[in-house]
């Protein structure tokens, strides 16, 4: 007999293993989901929810600065998007969700 059906004649004679538990195998991909949702979904669900009250907290008066890093103060707030006063007879409408945040005034600290 040579090696390979000797091989094959051990395989055969094994008897199977015994299927494990369904919840075992199901258990790390259980804590992985656990695990996804505390460090990236809900921390993004946080910062959403901030980001939406902040623009629903936007009034005419304000400075803000935008994701491409405009600053401005706002000259009219429409209900998607904002004017934008970036300099003396200066305005662009820019959409509400550009907005970042709001400067700080270092007077009113």
Known sequence: MNSFTHFLFLAQATPAAAPSNFLVQLAPLF????IFYFL???????QR???????AAV???????????IHG????VKEQTVLL?????????IDKAAITGIEKDSAAS
């Open 31 to 34: 804590f992985i989901g656990i």
């Open 85 to 93: 006063k970036v300099a003396d007879n200066v305005k662009i409408e």
């Open 49 to 55: 929810k901030a980001h939406q009250a902040l623009l």
């Open 59 to 69: 009034k005419t008066g304000d400075k803000v600065i935008t994701n491409s890093g």
């Open 73 to 76: 103060m706002i000259a009219n």
């Open 40 to 46: 990236l979904i809900r921390p993004q669900q946080k």
